[in-house]
């Protein structure tokens, strides 16, 4: 099984959990030991520290049965119960409830010797336990077989490491600031026409750098939560200040000269805090407007990724009003001459120097406001049928304007679910996911994972999927690499 060394282990998609933690919820599963605890507050900080000082992690996600194929066949059934097991425990288990029939803490302790040696397993309990929560028949010996085989395939993975990128996001950001050393007079001197081709790459370089630190700040909860190194009460107002500077007076501010000064503090000063990379979208923000434009392509998007890392600390009426602003400038780009021009020169870029067709950032924008309504309105925090509506033509105009995006569907999904919350009736959701059949539900439901960050919507989700096909949100891991 393809599980990193120890020290980063496997863990499972958080389902559930306390409703007022704004922290997920996850299982943290380490094969060569058998050891696994929920997270609370205190367990998720000490987990995410281990990783702060390196790039974002990147999840894959799969299925359990994606995940024992590669074993042998007499191992794989077993095998399979116990992923389907260790998925299924933690939708149902109530951490903070001590009397709860399926608290995991308990179950876990049951699974293992006395005494404070956590790679003691006691296979008759584990094994008890996942015969009884899936009704098989499987023998100690089985489940003690499967995890050795689990073991042996999660330390082959360790003795053949994927390759490591050529750059890191620390040499890449010296780059780009020895890079904007360089040509920081240049820029300055560029005229509008015959600076065009120079600006336009600079600022793509910086947008590739604010999209990675925006990029990471979003992966790991900024705002959501408690982010790593930052005291969100504390700076609060100052981190409004830089959005509210950023998204509406950018292209009036102090100039491209300060700003690009800024940006190269922040670059120079960059020690891979949540704060450090606020500071270089908001700077870098700034600087693309100031090269190209707040209503070009590049602009739209350092302010659509701004406005995502802000978003926590937005009113919901601001931050979708935003939203519906930026769909509707990208809109306006599709047919406009200089933005095809631009766009021919993009699709020559190395990758993560490309941009999405404004059609597409038309679609993350729409994307963005109808998932932020039907998340808010599933949580509560916003209510009524004008809300629900707003997301609804959102959808509408995505699925007219560009059927092809992948986020399609999970908006569709989300929308259904939370329309089945609001009316007391499964029936919207339960036709969906009859319609798509197992297995485009269980893609969907990959999709939804990968790339909403939203604990209670995806366990809503997961939940109507579940009454559908009973048992597919237990098929779902995520693994990271």
């Known amino acids: 099984m393809p599980v990193t060394q120890r020290a980063n282990p496997i863990y499972l998609e958080p389902q559930g959990g306390d409703e007022e933690s704004h922290a997920p919820r996850m299982l943290y599963v380490d094969f060569a030991q058998l050891e696994a605890t929920v997270s609370g507050p205190e367990a998720l900080r000490v987990y995410k520290q281990q990783q702060a000082r390196r790039a974002a992690p990147h999840h894959r996600v799969t299925t359990v049965d994606n995940e024992v194929t590669a074993l042998r066949s007499n191992v794989q059934d077993a095998a ?22 399926e608290n995991l803490d308990r179950v876990l302790d049951r699974c293992l010797r006395p005494g404070s040696d956590t790679t003691a397993i006691n296979y008759s309990a584990l094994t008890e336990e996942v015969n009884r929560a899936l009704g098989t028949d499987f023998s ?5 077989t499967a995890v050795r085989h689990l073991r042996d395939a999660a ?6 490491p994927a390759p490591q990128r050529n750059n890191t996001l620390a040499e890449r950001f010296d780059a780009l600031y020895c890079k904007l050393q360089t040509q920081h007079d240049e820029l300055l001197a560029a005229s509008d026409a015959g600076g065009h081709v120079l600006r336009r790459a600079v600022a793509h370089d910086v947008l590739a750098a604010l999209r990675a630190s925006a990029g990471r700040l979003i992966e790991c909860g900024y705002g959501e939560g408690i982010p790593d190194y930052v005291d969100l009460d504390a700076t609060r107002e100052r981190f409004l200040a830089y959005i509210r500077r950023a998204i509406n007076q950018s292209h009036e501010g102090t100039g491209l000269r300060e700003d690009l000064d800024r940006l190269l503090a922040a670059l120079r000063d960059h020690d891979d805090s949540s704060e450090a990379d606020m500071q270089l979208v908001v700077a870098g923000a700034n600087v693309v407007a100031d090269l190209v434009g707040p209503d070009s392509l590049a602009g739209l998007m350092a302010r659509l990724n701004l406005l995502m890392v802000g978003r926590p600390m937005l009113e919901s009426e601001f931050f979708v009003a935003k939203m519906l602003e930026l769909a509707e400038a990208a809109g306006q780009l599709v047919h406009d001459r200089a933005t095809q021009t631009d766009m021919a020169w993009v699709r020559l870029q190395p990758q993560d120097r490309r941009t999405p067709s404004p059609n597409r950032v038309r679609s993350y924008c729409l994307n963005n406001a109808a ?13 009524g049928q004008k809300w629900f509506a707003t997301a609804q033509q959102c959808y509408e105009t995505m699925y007219k304007h560009d059927r092809g995006f992948r986020l399609l569907k999970t908006t569709e999904a989300i ?6 919350d609001m009316t007391h009736s499964s029936a919207p959701a339960e036709e969906l996911f009859n319609k798509l059949g197992y297995e485009k539900s269980l893609e969907l439901l990959g999709d939804l994972t990968r790339f909403d960050n939203s604990p209670a919507i995806n366990q809503l989700v997961r939940t109507h999927a579940d009454l559908a096909h009973p048992g597919i949100a237990s098929q779902l891991l995520v693994i990271p690499e």
Not at 82 to 96: D, E, F, G, R, V
Not at 140 to 144: D, F, G, L, S
Not at 155 to 160: E, F, I, L, P, T
Not at 415 to 420: G, K, P, T
């Open 371 to 383: 998932t932020h309504i039907l998340q808010r309105l599933h949580t509560g925090d916003l209510t």
């Open 415 to 420: 929308m259904l679910c939370v329309l089945s």
């Open 80 to 101: 399979r119960a116990l992923l389907t097991w260790l998925a299924s425990i933690t939708q149902h288990a109530q951490p903070n409830d001590a009397d709860a029939p």
């Open 155 to 160: 330390s082959q993975s360790h003795s053949n």
């Open 140 to 144: 100690p010996k089985r489940i003690q």
